[in-house]
């Protein structure tokens, strides 16, 4: 229904509410307007009025008119974000495995919390921020590790850091003589926050199946960097067993990435509930399982760990906003982000159920789709090699990324066992739909 505003004419009201849709996202480059008879049935308004409004978002670039097309949507917004360059594109679709669904977030009650916070509640959100997080986010993080991941920790051993990378580079500033292993295709958000600040990082072989536990045997260095969940960009989890194996081969140290473990639809057990040495740090983030906006990041460190980061950083300041933490810290404590949680792996999960189904019947019984973990994004491969497809798809107005996108040898070393990465994260599904109608028109 449209809402009518006195002193406002009708059709610039409509304008208003198309333009509004556009600029937020939520109508992208390329999508069809609603035809103007169907939609002025549709509101119970006059076509002309429906008309009206349709001149004017041509008028002032929104859209464009189509002969024997309608009306197409022509505005896309600046690229932003923590996205790798390739992300960046003028294509119509865009499957980024980045992308985030922020539509389900309880607006009302994270805006009354921060209402309560800022006026109402005595906190004093004018000091200065405690070095290490907030203490009341650092006590609801570690109930809710333990109540729905299992993990075992105390405030004390959290802290909260402006985003996961931040945190990552202080972690490895601590430990300088060490060298840091990640696997291949990683990342690369997380491998050049190293590598750019002169830490040593080695590559696992280039692999785009189960973990290589040889290849571990044989590397040079004694700090593994992973993400057991889904190993992104694979979309394929390390299941419990595999995970103990993890243990009982590497000796040292183990940074367990769980950003998106959170929204992954199958849930397994943490590496840092399976280590009884206390080797394995967890890092995690609110910008994957809440929205990119908030840069709020924590690390639980085991106790040996914590004795030497509070040697090593007398200085150490979270760098996140202290309002943000405390209203973060309700938010939890309140319920909202674990019903957020589980409506999100709900919503992701019709997606990729939705997803999977067109791509099976389109790619055949020779295709083969990997996703037994990875809550946003999901692997394909065809008969037709990955980057073949990828340039079919562009000239239809589609935007995919393959793991050799994440291959940070690419130039070197491309992969020969390449797969597509598709992501359906920030996608409606109406764009879902539109997007997979265009790779089909481009086979």
Not at 1 to 30: C, F, H, N, W
Not at 96 to 106: A, E, F, K, Q, V
Request: aromatic residues 10%; positive net charge.
């Amino acid at each position: 229904m449209i809402k009518k505003e006195k002193r406002k004419p009708l059709y610039i009201t409509l304008y208003d509410q198309i333009a509004g849709e556009i600029v937020s996202g939520r109508m992208r480059k390329g999508a069809k307007l609603t035809p103007r008879r169907t939609l002025s049935k549709k509101l119970g308004i006059s076509q002309n009025t429906v008309d009206s409004a349709y001149k004017m978002l041509v008028d002032t670039g929104y859209a464009v008119s189509v002969p024997r097309q309608g009306y197409i949507v022509v505005y896309s917004k600046s690229p932003t974000g923590n996205t790798p360059w390739e992300n960046d594109a003028p294509e119509t679709v865009v499957f980024s495995p980045n992308g985030i669904d922020t539509s389900h977030i309880n607006r009302g009650a994270y805006a009354r919390i921060v209402r309560d916070i800022v006026y109402n509640d005595g906190a004093d959100i004018f000091s200065y921020v405690e070095k290490g997080g907030e203490t009341p986010l650092r006590m609801a993080i570690s109930k809710y590790l333990y109540s729905f991941r299992g993990v075992k920790c105390s405030p004390e051993q959290i802290i909260i850091g402006a985003g996961r990378e931040y945190q990552l580079q202080a972690f490895a500033a601590m430990m300088k003589e060490h060298t840091f292993i990640t696997e291949n295709p990683c990342d690369g958000r997380l491998y050049n926050s190293l590598s750019e600040h002169g830490r040593n990082v080695k590559t696992l072989s280039a692999n785009t199946g189960k973990f290589d536990f040889e290849a571990l045997r044989h590397a040079d260095g004694d700090i593994l960097i992973i993400e057991p969940d889904a190993r992104f960009p694979r979309a394929a989890a390390m299941n419990d067993s595999e995970r103990i194996e993890l243990l009982n081969e590497w000796d040292k140290y183990i940074i367990e990435i769980c950003t998106d473990s959170e929204l992954c639809p199958a849930s397994y057990t943490p590496l840092y509930s399976l280590d009884s040495c206390r080797r394995v740090v967890y890092l995690g983030s609110f910008s994957r399982s809440l929205c990119p906006a908030i840069r709020t990041s924590y690390m639980v460190l085991p106790y040996e760990l914590m004795e030497k980061w509070k040697g090593f950083h007398t200085y150490y300041y979270a760098l996140s906003s202290k309002t943000e933490q405390l209203v973060l810290a309700e938010f939890i404590e309140k319920g909202h982000y674990t019903r957020h949680i589980k409506q999100m792996k709900k919503t992701y999960s019709e997606k990729k159920q939705y997803i999977i189904s067109h791509l099976t019947e389109t790619f055949g019984s020779g295709s083969e789709i990997i996703s037994n973990n990875g809550g946003t994004y999901l692997t394909l491969k065809t008969a037709l090699c990955a980057a073949e497809l990828k340039q079919r798809a562009k000239s239809c107005g589609v935007k995919l990324l393959s793991m050799n996108s994440f291959n940070v040898h690419k130039t070197e070393h491309p992969l020969e066992n390449d797969f597509l990465v598709i992501g359906i994260g920030d996608l409606p599904l109406r764009e879902i739909k539109n997007g997979l109608r265009l790779i089909e028109g481009c086979l």
